[in-house]
């Protein structure tokens, strides 16, 4: 089955201990990308990768890092995890060549205390 | 700037009764236009695209949706509403450009009231 997968669905820590959230995709998509969904603001690009070894900033990058060593995962790292960073993270794959609809994992809740 | 404004946060209605949720873009150049629903504890899933050609776009579960360029408008309709129906909806748009250039509106809130 075609899917995009991330791992854990849940999560919560304390401020300051990194934590890593692995997202994989099976469908050979060279073009993925995070995002966090917060209430009343929609969603909002952290990074993303044109494709393996090439990623770059979106629009709320502070305090992420991601890397892209193969194709097919694309992690997001919180090295010093805040309690502004409580949201739910979505990871996305893109088929290059169409018009650019997205195929997103199920989600990461994630909760800073 | 690219931009994108879905009117109403929370859109109610009976089950049904006909469903409309308003999605206005930014730029009269013709984008690339997507409607994503999203059920509670769940990942956005794709529910229709505008890419060109035909204006009227239909999607999954019913749904549909109309460029209307001289609008810069998309909203997104179904006939009858089943409560199945009941879940956030969110209009996306990309213009030429990498993929990386997909705005998201701030989404709509689907009650369906039995």
């Known amino acids: 089955e075609a899917q995009v997968t991330q791992n854990p669905r849940y999560l919560i820590t304390v401020t300051g201990k990194k934590l890593t959230v692995t997202c994989s995709q099976n469908m050979n998509h060279e073009y993925m990308s995070w995002y966090r969904q917060d209430p009343g603001l929609g969603l909002r690009q952290i990074y993303y990768s044109m494709n393996v070894e090439v990623t770059d900033k979106g629009d709320v990058p502070e305090g992420y890092k991601v890397s892209r060593k193969e194709k097919r995962n694309f992690p997001l790292i919180l090295e010093s995890p805040s309690p502004n960073q409580t949201s739910l993270y979505f990871c996305?794959?893109?088929?290059?060549?169409?018009?650019?609809?997205?195929?997103f994992g199920p989600g990461t809740r994630l909760t800073v205390t | 700037a690219q931009s994108v404004t879905q009117l109403g946060s929370h859109v109610s209605v009976s089950e049904g009764a006909l469903v409309l949720l308003r999605c206005n873009y930014s730029s009269s150049v013709p984008p690339y236009l997507f409607w994503y629903v999203q059920y509670p504890n769940q990942g956005l899933q794709l529910l229709l695209k505008?890419?060109?050609?035909?204006?009227l776009v239909k999607g999954i579960n019913g749904f549909e949706a109309e460029f209307k360029k001289s609008e810069t408008s998309f909203h997104l309709t179904k006939p009858s509403a089943h409560m199945s129906d009941a879940a956030e909806y969110f209009c996306?748009?990309?213009?030429?450009?990498?993929?990386?250039?997909?705005?998201f509106g701030t989404g709509t809130k689907l009650q369906v009231i039995p």
């Open positions: 505008y890419t060109t050609g035909a204006t």
């Open positions: 996306a748009v990309r213009y030429s450009g990498g993929y990386q250039k997909v705005t």
């Open positions: 996305a794959s893109t088929p290059t060549g169409g018009p650019g609809e997205q195929y």
